[in-house]
């Protein structure tokens, strides 16, 4: 298994500002993603973070308002640009293996947006 | 793309009885299924899983059953204890594509 941290845990933010995520694994994995969970909601995939290479995003999502890097095999941020109250919600980082099936999931960074 | 159904979104049930959550996905190239249980304030955590080529897994008091033909699969929670009480995700993974589809959620309450 991988154990994943997360910081910030929580933030608040005012508007048009922007912040940015930070996820560690414990160990080497081969894919990382970054997720937004509203409360009572699923998890919605933002993006798959691409070691050395630009990280590819989901429908509705765009480098611009949520730049990624990914520069070793343990480590990403996710930033969150000008941000609005809209961006309020928990942001999951996660990792895994592709050949090794299991993903597993940081704390999350609970933001909010004033 | 992959679509993943969970039922139900809540249930309610008595300690030491058992609870049963279903899910149904469309990809047919899917191949591992997990089971994720998520605690107030914290994220995911991996129960669970299954893959393709078994039709049950059982750990202690959980178990998941996987039927390919009608693609469903289910995870049992048997003898429920109020700390089993979180919200539970199923996934579906398709594991060349990396990246799992997940249900939108069951919210587990377990009343002593």
């Known amino acids: 298994s991988a154990v994943i941290s997360q910081k910030p845990s929580r933030d608040i933010c005012q508007r048009g500002t922007s912040l940015t995520i930070q996820c560690q694994v414990d160990?080497?994995?081969?894919?990382m993603f970054w997720y937004r969970q509203q409360p009572g909601q699923s998890l919605t995939l933002i993006a798959t973070?691409?070691?050395?290479?630009?990280?590819?995003?989901e429908s509705g999502f765009v480098i611009d308002k949520f730049p990624i890097s990914r520069p070793n095999l343990t480590f990403s941020t996710l930033t969150v640009s000008n941000m609005s109250p809209e961006d309020s919600s928990i942001y999951l980082c996660?990792?895994?293996?592709?050949?090794?099936?299991?993903?597993?999931f940081g704390p999350g960074t609970r933001l909010t947006v004033t | 793309g992959e679509n993943v159904e969970q039922h139900p979104s809540t249930l309610s049930v008595q300690e030491g009885d058992s609870a049963v959550i279903k899910c149904t996905y469309s990809?047919?190239?899917?191949?591992?299924f997990p089971w994720y249980k998520q605690e107030l304030g914290k994220g995911p955590q991996l129960i669970i899983d299954?893959?393709?080529?078994?039709g049950e897994k059982k750990d202690q008091r959980i178990a998941v059953t996987l039927n390919k033909t009608a693609k469903h699969f289910s995870l049992h929670i048997t003898e429920t204890q109020p700390e089993d009480s979180a919200v539970y995700f199923c996934?579906?993974?398709?594991?060349?594509?990396?990246?799992?589809?997940f249900g939108d959620g069951t919210t587990l309450t377990v009343k002593p």
């Open positions: 996934a579906s993974k398709e594991t060349n594509a990396g990246k799992s589809t």
């Open positions: 160990s080497q994995v081969t894919m």
């Open positions: 973070a691409n070691q050395g290479s630009e990280a590819t995003y």
């Open positions: 996660s990792g895994g293996g592709q050949a090794t099936y299991e993903q597993y």
């Open positions: 990809d047919s190239a899917s191949n591992y």
């Open positions: 299954i893959r393709s080529n078994v």
